[in-house]
């Protein structure tokens, strides 16, 4: 009973900053188990504290691009005071994350914060890693580089409110593909296309630029990204690759258009 009461008054009176030792943490529209996936907080990723549900689930403004939702409380831990701003991400589609007391694993864009090359710290515990990272303020944007990070996760299921290798939808996937450059997007593809330079000709587009789409409204509803000689890559039933042109993306394995096109944007 003892231990019951203090569990549930820490989780009660977590509050400022939080972040996450877990691979990926879904997300959620409402504080309950069964209630949809919106999105899902990284390895290392930060968050802001802005409600809270009973004892177990916390309302939380994801730092990176402000995205809102309920996570599980059991998830996060609160996030210590990050000494040296010098983070870098994960490259590997997943590998092993150690420290003291846990192993986890990370997967392709999560956080490794006050990282030296080896050590690094989340939520005050030291991690050990050993596989390929980025640094994002060491890279130059384009089209060549978003292409070979893109195609890294070829196949990957689709999967609504997924950011991960594991399961990304269409923005997700954006989403992450610009993160691991540099440029971060809002969540959502209708948001995405708010931002960045028009462009007003498929003719005129360059690989890495952004194609946004309609299905059946004319509301934005479905996001690639431009590759060469006119094809796009995008998360549709899987991260796959089909042709565009000024129509939409022609899906060679159906034979026939799945989605019209909307408008093209330039973020580098």
């Known amino acids: 009973m003892i231990v019951f009461i203090l569990v549930f008054y820490s989780c009660r009176r977590l509050k400022g900053k939080v972040t996450t030792l ?24 930060c968050a802001e504290v802005i409600g809270q549900y009973k004892h177990n689930w916390t ?7 402000g995205y809102v939702g309920w996570i599980d409380t059991k998830q ?22 150690f420290g003291d007391e846990y192993s986890t694993w990370i997967t392709l864009g999560g956080e490794l914060a006050d990282f030296d090359g080896i050590l690094g710290k989340v939520g005050g515990k030291v991690f050990r890693y050993s596989g390929q990272v980025l640094k994002v303020d060491q890279l130059e944007a384009n089209g060549e580089l978003i292409e070979k990070i893109a195609r890294r996760l ?13 399961g990304i939808d269409c923005s997700g996937f954006t989403q992450l593909i610009y993160k691991c450059i540099g440029i971060p997007l809002l969540r959502d593809s209708v948001d995405q ?5 028009t462009i007003d000709f498929v003719s ?41 042109d000024h129509y939409g993306i022609f ?7 799945t989605h019209r096109l909307k408008i093209i944007k330039r973020y580098f």
Not at 59 to 65: A, T
Not at 76 to 97: Q, S
Not at 204 to 233: C, E, W
Not at 251 to 257: A, H, L, P
């Open 154 to 166: 070829l196949n990957a299921p689709y999967l609504w409110g997924g950011r991960t290798p594991l």
């Open 76 to 97: 996060i831990i609160p996030e210590k005071e990050r000494t040296n701003g010098d983070t870098a991400l994960g490259f590997e589609i997943i590998e092993n994350v």
């Open 193 to 197: 296309a708010t931002a960045g330079q």
């Open 59 to 65: 309302q939380i403004k994801c730092e990176y691009d």
């Open 251 to 257: 899906n060679g394995d159906i034979q026939e258009y």
């Open 22 to 45: 877990l691979t990926v943490c879904p997300l959620r529209a409402k504080p309950d188990d069964s209630s949809e996936m919106v999105s899902q907080l990284l390895f290392g990723e």
């Open 204 to 244: 005129a587009s360059l690989p890495g630029d952004l194609a946004f789409f309609t299905q059946s409204t004319d509301k934005i509803s479905h996001v690639g990204i431009v590759l060469p000689d006119m094809h796009i890559i995008h998360a549709s039933g899987k991260v796959r690759i089909d042709k565009m």
